[in-house]
């Protein structure tokens, strides 16, 4: 039989197991099961079904051990959310989505404890109201009895890991998006817990390359895997996609292209200055404990929830329906802040498109395709505003913008990307955080030698193209407009 590792890959819409493998000298995968993630409504809370999730799993590694021996199991998802595991083990509840409004107003109640201006200083994550943090003060001041209940808590990958092979740990990549890893020392603040009083409820830390354990055997028998072990990998999905970067140079930036836009540069160190925060940037941790130092960008979720609005009334219409209605429709030099709080939540985004154009002084928009040619250009402007930022917070002049993940199939939007940044665009791997995630097990295994050795062989993915900018004046123009609307000059 065949060896491969799986990569078990959660996004915010759906999941994936991955067999991936060495050949010819490329990292390669075979996606052998592809399932939904439908979050759900309980008791008026948005919920992850964590359920179905891990059923759907064990499906993928089944599947795949039908045709392949396993030789190990990575996992990686989203940030920030996570299960309560009481003292008994026992997961308490469903994950809170980190749409769900719950959080809304909480941070505002912390730094009336805790400075945000501190919480900063001690951490360097960016603000945002589902944080780790505000998502444990949340349960201490409006759901006490639950918070009571919980002894420990597993950020969503730690629990998939701990439902397979009944170990708790706390990855590191993962734990760096909690608002509560300290930037001195890589460790858990809990000094900053107290301040809030909230008990210390994280597992053991674990790094990438490091083993959760077997499967349970249970789960070995019903999956007929065996007793494959669960290894760690770097299992913040944006920390994988980041790993795949088919670029050896040490200075890059890029964007992490999905529901999410995340756009950054790799750092030896973090940069929790002031500037820094003004800005809003982040520092994750990455391969190696390297930083991700990067701004969170709303990115494909406008469109993806335009889709959505279209499908709810009956209509067919695709994201490729959607770019070509972009494209036969005339640019009005009309543009949003993609970021704005009218775009947070599910809904119709065309319609918040209009109310946006309207607040902002700008002239209507008549048709369906100058509205999403409107969110197009302004996610393009978007990222040339924060690569602004990141060369001034860095001093680094990148030559290219690596775009990877998803994302790379709306080929309008990396174009647009090109022309607004004025720097020649790589595209690829569409499957990054698969490929990091197979990547890093590779080198836990001896397979690959080191990360450098990984992204070489990434450079021979088949699905990487180029893109270089076109029409700069054009676009120069578009900016300076656009830049007068975001911050209401």
Known sequence: MEERVLAVDLGASSGRVMAGSIQDGKIVYEEMHRFKNSPKRVNGSLKWDIEDLFNNIKLGIKKSAQKYKILSIGIDTWGVDFGMID??????????????????????????????????ERTG?????????????????????????????LLVPDLIAY???????????????????????????????DKLGLKNVFAPMIEPGETYGPLLDEIAKETGA???????????????????????????????????SLLGTELDKPNASAKAHENDFTNEIGVNKTVRFLKNIMGLWILQQTKATYEEQ??????????????????????????????????????RVDEYLAKTGQAPLETDGEKIRCIYESLALKYALMMDGLKELTGKNF???????GGIQAKLLCKMSASACNVRVICGPVEATASGNIALQMI????????????????????????????????????????KIVKGE
């Open 226 to 260: 065996g007793k494959v072990n669960v290894v760690a990998v770097c299992s913040h999905d944006t920390a994988s996609a980041v790993a795949s970067v088919p670029c050896t140079d040490k200075d890059f930036a890029y964007i992490s292209s999905g529901t999410w």
């Open 314 to 351: 009956g209509k067919n219409i695709g994201f490729g329906e959607m770019e070509q209605m972009a494209l036969s429709s005339p640019s009005k030099n009309c543009f949003i802040n993609v970021d704005d709080k009218l775009f947070e939540l599910p809904g119709d985004m065309l319609a």
């Open 163 to 193: 439902m397979l092979t009944g170990v708790m740990r706390t990855e590191r990549t993962e734990a760096s998006t909690t608002n509560l890893l300290s930037v001195k020392d890589g460790k858990i603040d809990l000094e900053l817990m």
């Open 399 to 405: 030559s290219a913008l690596h775009i990877f993940g």
């Open 444 to 483: 836990a295994l001896g397979k690959i030698s080191n990360i450098t050795q990984a992204r070489e062989m990434l450079k021979l993915s088949p699905d990487i193209y180029v893109v270089n900018p076109e029409n700069t004046d054009e676009w120069k123009e578009k900016y300076s407009i656009y830049k």
């Open 125 to 153: 994550i960016q603000m945002m109201r589902f944080n780790t943090i505000y998502q444990l003060y949340k349960l201490k001041i409006k759901e006490s009895e639950l918070w009571e209940k919980t002894d420990k808590i």
């Open 87 to 120: 003292k008994d083990g026992n997961l308490i509840t469903q994950p809170y989505h980190y749409r769900d409004e719950g959080t809304e107003g909480v941070p505002e109640e912390v730094y009336k404890v805790v400075s945000a201006k501190e919480i900063y």
